[in-house]
């Protein structure tokens, strides 16, 4: 398929929505990896924080947040810097 072509399907309304799915479908999943990851790391590392983890993932629908919080968790030193990441993020949401 030519380039002219390609551009002309780019540019139809079905290939927009098509792309648009995707891209939703890609989010979702990203988001659905980083409470995973979260929820593991915690599991391991701070289980009595879980109940926390589980309200912040219930609520937060952004993927970028989420993995800053995965981020933030996983480098905490304590279970006292751990529960203060997640309260920041619970009370940013």
Known sequence: MSDHNYDELRNTWIYQEIQQHVQLQFQQQDRENYCQALHTIVQARFPRL????????????????????????????????????????????
Do not use: I, P, Y
Not at 58 to 73: K, S
Not at 83 to 91: E, I, K, N, T
């Open 50 to 93: 879980l109940t926390l983890v589980e309200q912040k993932t219930a609520t937060t629908r952004d993927a970028r947040q989420l993995h800053v919080l995965v981020v933030h968790v996983a480098s905490a030193r304590t279970e006292k810097e751990a529960r203060r990441q997640l309260l920041d993020a619970v009370s940013q949401s």
